[in-house]
């Protein structure tokens, strides 16, 4: 456990770092509000620069590093390009019609300062914005795993089943599906694009994709337990509301100790596919994997 | 003007073969209801199989045989990426928060029979796929100008400034904005990828795209026209919507009879663009663009 914090306070340091870079990024890329449309870039700035993690950039890049990627234009492209679409499926997911959330990273929702229609429309701004960046990779595998990472079979998928249950008891094949589609896809995608941009081997590929799907899911339990214990101080976000909207969470199935047990399971296991990539660095994943399961916000 | 209603009647049988294609294409590529999440896939569907023009792949096609392409499974893939995109720019468009509109090609919106969530995830779902598809042609240069046609300084930039234009006076350069950006930037993608993927040289990609730009203001001329002076039975949507919405459009600014006249200005213009491809087949493009300016629906 002690390993794990240790752990967990080097990966911060690193997501701070690459958390800086990518922010450093997406303001260079995303258009200046003064440009037309002004409201439309204001609103992508202000969803997209109001803080959080970093996350997915962050795997990225461990992943783009630990498969000998330097530092380039490509790795910044797809770090900001991965943002992005984790932004537009907040919008989007905050929405009225949706979660109807009020608050996100600490700040009221893009539609609450910006309208609906905005909110809309800056989603799929950052969408379509986000491949136009990855298509400056010129590499074309890349566009490909991250929109199936993110379509019917991927983010979107798991959203809707995840709207379709709300209210409704549901077993934990539905919450595996709908865990995995809506969260950990993407995360899984981060980390094999990093891959994929290093020029890894289809065997190299596959490890880091195991571990992507098996860590993705410990982020979403974790995730469940923390709308639970945490406050919304803590987590800058409406905090209860799954309970509130009857969300079919892990928690809600298996109860909170159980979960935990499953997240600590999964966490292991996705570690051994790490060490599966002989003579490869896996410090900072592993250092990752730690927070991910440590995390308190 | 004999000749322009002979035009546009061979280039009603173009865009009916072009259609079936398309449909086919569609039909294929989009996963079956019975797949899961089978909701967001009926409701794809649903958006994608209403009918419609399929102008854009048409157009694709029409770019893509002008260059030399022969029928092949990349400008299936781009015929089929643009009408999923165009679909999901009508579906988003229609949104309660955004033009609230009841009908749509001679059917109830997508909103209207699945809700407003799933109308979200299935417009976003529908953006998403089209760049799954698209990525299997291996062209970058295809996904870039897709982007670039859709973002912020394309079709999302037109439908902000639309939305914001909304029941204030207007100028006509605000209203040239509007539907350069809102409609003819993705015609104007239509034909520049068709071209792409047909490998054509650098000028005539040019010269296409400068006839995308006019035919595609025409197109939203023409149908700011329509809006006042067809009924919702010929139109398949409802009708009048823009005046009650207190839309900016070109006759709303300039008044029918100078609409019309500029419509025909751009039309003789975008006919010169085509003019420059000397050695080249233009009939066909020529013939759509004459039932772009002649359509009464």
Excluded: W
Aim: aromatic share 6%; glycine share 8%.
């Amino acid at each position: 456990m002690d390993n794990m914090l240790g752990r967990a306070k080097k990966a911060e340091a690193y997501l701070k770092k690459a958390g800086k870079l990518t922010e450093k990024c997406l303001k260079k890329y995303i258009p200046k509000e003064k440009e037309i449309p002004s409201t439309l870039h204001s609103a992508m700035r202000y969803a997209l620069l109001a803080g959080g993690k970093r996350l997915r950039p962050a795997l990225a890049q461990a992943s783009y590093e630990l498969f000998g990627g330097k530092q380039s234009e490509s790795i910044n492209l797809a770090m900001s390009a991965l943002e992005m679409l984790h932004t537009f499926s907040l919008i989007h997911d905050d929405l009225p019609c949706m979660d109807d959330d009020d608050f996100r990273r600490g700040k009221p929702t893009t539609h609450k300062v910006y309208g609906e229609a905005t909110a809309v429309l800056a989603g799929d701004a950052l969408c379509i914005y986000a491949f136009e960046l990855i298509a400056q990779t010129k590499n074309v595998a890349v566009v490909k795993e991250l929109a199936h990472s993110l379509g019917t079979k991927g983010m979107i998928g798991g959203q809707v089943i995840d709207t379709e249950s709300e209210g409704k008891p549901v077993d934990l094949a539905t919450v595996d599906y709908i865990h995995y589609h809506k969260t950990a896809a993407l995360i899984e995608a981060s980390l094999v694009i990093g891959a994929l941009l290093a020029r890894a081997t289809k065997k190299e590929l596959s490890c880091i994709r195991e571990f992507g799907k098996g860590i993705g899911l410990v982020f979403q339990i974790i995730d469940d337990i923390l709308d639970i214990e945490s406050s919304t101080e803590e987590l800058g976000k409406d905090v209860g509301s799954d309970l509130k909207n009857g969300k079919a969470t892990y928690p809600a199935v298996l109860g909170l100790a159980a979960s935990k047990q499953k997240a600590l399971e999964l966490y292991n296991k996705s570690l051994k596919h790490l060490e599966n990539l002989k003579n490869k660095n896996t410090e900072t994943l592993k250092n990752i994997a730690a927070l991910i399961i440590a995390r308190t916000h």
